[in-house]
């Protein structure tokens, strides 16, 4: 009976051959990344002025708005009004703000995500309104602590939820500094405590105004307690 030899592609070795690795092809960047990289960072709205609490108006026209997700403008749409605690009615709700719909539907091109864009007097996840928490942090200039700036005047919340937002706003003074001395040189002041020095430079860098702390979320678009 003849040899028949084994072809070359059949391995004689006893030991099993490793398997062959499998080449990973890169991963494609999406269209969305490319253009947020020609785009570069664009300034997205998050909290607009409004007279009324009602979510009306030109205050609200998203056709020249970018998606803070996408990068893609006139996709926007209205989604719902957002609504919150009233702190100003016992168990009642008013409108906080409006929620955002990027469009992914038809030839639009937008991601389907959708975002929140605030009324600026709204603290975001927060029922003191800002024009309230003003109020406080002005007092507080003049009054030696806070539960004698409270009952002076006389808000309607609890003592404990004011040194909650006190505590929050404290460890949050790095980043408001940092704002506030890209716009104004901090103020000589005679205060010992941060809290005070920033409100003071608060203050000067919105002076004339009667909520500096609407204006800083207006102007920075990024809310005031993080």
Known sequence: ????????????????????????????????????????PCRVLHFVLCGSRRVEGPVFSLKQQRCPRCGQNETLNRHSVLHGNDPGKTD???????????????????????????????LPRHTVRATLLWKLLSQLLTEAGIKAAAETLRLPFALETLYHLLHRLRRRLDALRCRL??????????????????????????????????????????PFLG
Do not use: W
């Open 92 to 122: 009642g709700q008013s409108a906080r703000g409006q929620r955002v719909f990027c469009s992914n539907r038809g030839q639009r091109g937008g991601c389907g995500g959708t975002f929140s864009i605030f009324l600026a007097e709204v």
């Open 181 to 222: 001395c890209r716009q104004h040189r901090a103020p000589e002041s005679s205060q010992s405590d941060p809290l005070r020095q920033t409100v003071e430079h608060l203050q000067a860098v919105f002076a004339n105004k009667l909520c500096p702390v609407t204006e800083f979320q207006v102007f920075f678009q990024e």
């Open 1 to 40: 009976m003849p040899f028949k030899r084994r072809p070359p592609y059949l391995s004689t070795s006893l030991e099993r051959a490793s398997p062959s690795k499998k080449r990973r092809t890169p991963k494609r960047l999406d269209d969305n990344f490319l253009l947020r990289q020609q785009l570069g």
